[in-house]
């Protein structure tokens, strides 16, 4: 008697890896604990309100090229590109994880501004802004290019890209647009939409994994890393000369101070940047 040998089916069981998981929790939590120290506390509405008061009333909301160059069909232009280059790279898996990713967070940028109050706890009421849609849209519009390039063209996809949405964040404080708050919560809210997207993509995408060369990722890597601490330091020492002059944090106002605010707000989102490339080597 022959014994026959019948194929059976192999259940492959796909787990979300433990760093995206992880970089969700980690972002919901930065919102809210951002959102309860800036906006619903009287502290935190005194030290921003002073960085506003420091804007050159000639220049308050006004905008520079980098605030002009995010309009409504920029944002149709790159999610068009990202999808299109993704295809062409035959790659369905990355054009929808890029698309969802700045459709998502736009759409929760806009979901929270509208929903999270700011109580009127100083004298400078200004409505609330919380997070910053424009770098919102900046950053996870670097984050979904970075998923449609491939390993080749992605680290100075990331690079430039990186820097332009830093311009970004600094013109929003610049211009009295935005708190350093707002700039935060975007960061976060992109921040979770790339772990949710790549953890959607772990369970169902087929996509073969897309592995940045090891030089050009620790090159690019070294080069957001130093540009992340020399900014924040360089922010550092400016707020504690500016903070210097009158010794009192809630009510110092001029130059220093704001050209400080400007500089934390680059180097979030560039320590942002430089978060997202070292979690996401492999897509």
Same mark, same amino acid.
């Given at each position: 008697?022959?014994?026959?040998?019948? &194929?059976?089916?192999?259940?492959?069981?796909?787990?979300?890896?433990?760093?995206? *998981? +992880?970089?969700?929790?980690?972002?919901?939590?930065?919102?809210?604990?951002?959102?309860?120290?800036?906006?619903?506390?009287?502290?935190?509405? *005194?030290?921003?309100?002073?960085?506003?008061?420091?804007?050159?009333?000639?220049?308050?909301?006004?905008?520079?090229?980098?605030?002009?160059?995010?309009?409504?069909?920029?944002?149709?232009?790159?999610?068009? #590109?990202? #999808?299109?280059?993704?295809?062409?790279?035959?790659?369905?898996?990355?054009?929808?994880?890029?698309?969802?990713?700045?459709?998502?967070?736009?759409?929760?940028?806009? #979901?929270?501004?509208?929903?999270?109050?700011? &109580?009127? +706890?100083?004298?400078?009421?200004?409505?609330?802004?919380?997070?910053?849609?424009?770098?919102?849209?900046?950053?996870?519009?670097?984050?979904? +290019?970075?998923?449609?390039?491939?390993?080749?063209?992605? &680290?100075?996809? *990331?690079?430039?890209?990186?820097?332009?949405?830093?311009?970004?964040?600094?013109?929003?404080?610049?211009?009295?647009?935005?708190?350093?708050?707002?700039?935060?919560?975007?960061?976060?809210?992109?921040? +979770?939409?790339?772990?949710?997207?790549?953890?959607?993509?772990?369970?169902?995408?087929?996509?073969?994994?897309?592995?940045?060369?090891?030089?050009?990722?620790?090159?690019?890597?070294?080069?957001?890393?130093?540009? *992340?601490?020399?900014?924040?330091?360089?922010?550092?020492?400016?707020?504690?000369?500016?903070?210097?002059?009158?010794?009192?944090?809630?009510?110092?106002?001029? &130059?220093?101070?704001?050209?400080?605010?400007?500089?934390?707000?680059?180097?979030?989102?560039?320590?942002?940047?430089?978060?997202?490339?070292?979690?996401?080597?492999?897509?």
């Amino acid at each position: 008697m022959n014994a026959t040998t019948l &194929p059976t089916r192999t259940a492959v069981r796909r787990h979300v890896p433990a760093r995206w *998981m +992880l970089t969700s929790v980690g972002s919901v939590i930065t919102l809210g604990g951002v959102y309860t120290a800036a906006v619903l506390t009287k502290q935190g509405q *005194m030290i921003e309100d002073s960085i506003l008061r420091s804007v050159d009333g000639e220049t308050l909301l006004k905008s520079g090229r980098a605030l002009d160059a995010i309009t409504i069909p920029a944002v149709l232009a790159a999610v068009g #590109v990202v #999808v299109v280059i993704a295809f062409v790279r035959r790659r369905p898996g990355a054009a929808l994880q890029g698309a969802a990713l700045i459709v998502g967070a736009i759409a929760t940028a806009q #979901v929270v501004k509208a929903i999270a109050p700011r &109580p009127e +706890l100083t004298s400078l009421t200004l409505s609330n802004s919380f997070p910053s849609g424009h770098v919102t849209i900046a950053v996870a519009g670097v984050l979904a +290019l970075g998923t449609a390039f491939g390993r080749h063209l992605r &680290p100075l996809i *990331m690079i430039v890209g990186t820097l332009f949405a830093a311009w970004v964040a600094e013109q929003t404080v610049a211009f009295g647009w935005h708190r350093v708050s707002d700039v935060v919560g975007a960061c976060a809210v992109s921040m +979770l939409w790339l772990a949710i997207v790549r953890s959607a993509a772990a369970v169902w995408s087929n996509d073969a994994r897309d592995t940045v060369g090891r030089k050009a990722h620790g090159f690019t890597s070294g080069l957001l890393g130093l540009a *992340m601490v020399a900014t924040l330091a360089a922010a550092g020492a400016i707020f504690a000369i500016g903070v210097g002059e009158d010794m009192t944090l809630t009510m110092s106002t001029g &130059p220093g101070v704001l050209v400080g605010a400007r500089l934390l707000s680059s180097g979030v989102v560039i320590a942002t940047a430089w978060l997202a490339w070292k979690l996401d080597r492999s897509i």
